[in-house]
């Protein structure tokens, strides 16, 4: 069974850094692509950042790129996702997921995800 868990997450003041991990299990992922989303409440979950298994080419939404770094581990079965110049607005439970194929930052085209991590940036 596929096994996706984060860490990482916690209260940060605003101009803060915070790393998550994602520790995946299960099967071999080195083919897989990876990706970390976001859901505030009452909003949408919403694409941040993702990581090809081939090249690790990397794609990042606008509101994060230049502040946010994702990478994998040497096993490729992690994941890390590097925060720094944290806002408010970045407050969310974030999940990490896989899909193999393309990198996309559509969410309905993850086959895997975690359970999610709580980061909340205070102003």
């Known amino acids: 069974q596929v096994q996706l868990v984060e860490s990482g997450g916690g209260l940060v003041q605003a101009g803060g850094s915070l790393r998550l991990s994602c520790a995946a299990s299960?099967?071999?992922?080195?083919?897989?692509?990876m990706g970390w989303f976001r859901q505030a409440p009452g909003k949408e979950r919403e694409f941040v950042a993702g990581?090809?298994?081939?090249?690790?080419?990397?794609d990042y939404a606008d509101s994060v790129k230049g502040r946010f770094t994702i990478s994998r581990g040497n096993a490729k079965n992690t994941a890390y996702l590097q925060m720094n110049s944290l806002k408010p607005d970045d407050t969310a439970v974030y999940y990490c997921?896989?899909?193999?194929?393309?990198?996309?930052?559509?969410?309905?085209?993850?086959?895997?995800w975690g359970q999610g991590s709580q980061v909340t940036v205070s102003s």
């Open positions: 990581i090809g298994w081939k090249d690790a080419v990397t």
């Open positions: 299960g099967r071999t992922f080195v083919f897989y692509n």
């Open positions: 997921a896989t899909k193999r194929t393309v990198l996309t930052r559509d969410a309905g085209a993850y086959d895997h």
